[in-house]
């Protein structure tokens, strides 16, 4: 059961559900201590982290805080049949899979920057596999990768009067997704 409630005929009741739900986790509120327990979890606590790996670099390549182009897409192939002139037959075809991108915290660990060099000579496919943790470090959902290989490494920008953190970035290009 949770404190989180759904209304199709009231607008703001989404956002009076979600509100309730967090005011009832607020340490000292009225409600607290009654329904900690029933809070929904997962909006109160958002996955955290991402931790990648590649078995054949025997090496864990780190936690990542961003994961970005997790996606397929279906090809469609247009048949124009002759004599057919009121439609078009669309047929599927071959399923694209775009480039993912990790973004992490500069770390002193160069497992990536290694692996991307080592690809610039000799491109060496392999598989990978990405996890999403939630903040309690449990295991949310997995995804595999075939033949992945890096084709991008960017480091942010250097600004000495900046406070922002550094980052780097690996993209990857990878030939088929699945779960895990």
Same mark, same amino acid.
């Given at each position: 059961?949770?404190?989180?409630?759904?209304?199709?005929?009231?607008?703001?009741?989404?956002?009076?559900?979600?509100?309730?739900?967090?005011? !009832? $986790?607020?340490?000292? /509120? $009225?409600?607290?201590?009654?329904?900690?327990?029933?809070?929904?979890?997962?909006?109160?606590?958002p =996955?955290?982290?991402? &931790?990648?790996?590649?078995?054949? @670099?025997?090496?864990?390549?780190?936690?990542? +805080?961003?994961? =970005?182009?997790?996606?397929?897409?279906?090809?469609?192939?247009? %048949?124009? &049949?002759?004599?057919?002139?009121?439609?078009?037959?669309?047929?599927?075809?071959?399923?694209?899979?775009?480039?993912?991108? @990790?973004?992490?915290?500069?770390?002193?660990?160069?497992?990536?920057?290694?692996w991307?060099?080592? /690809?610039?000579?000799?491109? *060496?496919?392999? *598989?990978?596999?990405?996890? @999403? %943790? *939630?903040?309690?470090?449990?295991?949310?959902? #997995?995804? #595999?990768?075939?033949?992945?290989?890096?084709v991008?490494? +960017? !480091? #942010? *920008?250097?600004?000495?009067?900046?406070?922002?953190?550094?980052? &780097?970035?690996?993209?990857?290009?990878?030939?088929?997704?699945?779960?895990?």
């Amino acid at each position: 059961m949770s404190t989180f409630s759904f209304s199709t005929s009231a607008a703001g009741s989404l956002e009076a559900g979600a509100r309730s739900a967090v005011s !009832a $986790a607020v340490p000292g /509120s $009225a409600k607290s201590t009654a329904t900690r327990a029933l809070t929904n979890r997962d909006l109160l606590y958002p =996955q955290l982290h991402f &931790e990648v790996k590649v078995p054949a @670099l025997h090496v864990k390549v780190g936690f990542f +805080t961003q994961v =970005q182009g997790m996606s397929a897409t279906v090809d469609v192939l247009e %048949y124009m &049949e002759g004599g057919v002139n009121d439609h078009v037959h669309k047929l599927p075809s071959r399923i694209k899979q775009g480039n993912l991108t @990790l973004k992490r915290g500069l770390t002193s660990e160069g497992a990536l920057l290694a692996w991307f060099q080592k /690809s610039v000579v000799k491109a *060496d496919p392999t *598989d990978m596999s990405l996890t @999403l %943790y *939630d903040s309690g470090g449990q295991r949310v959902q #997995s995804w #595999s990768f075939a033949q992945a290989y890096p084709v991008k490494w +960017t !480091a #942010s *920008d250097l600004n000495a009067g900046g406070t922002e953190i550094m980052t &780097e970035t690996l993209e990857i290009a990878y030939s088929g997704m699945g779960s895990a």
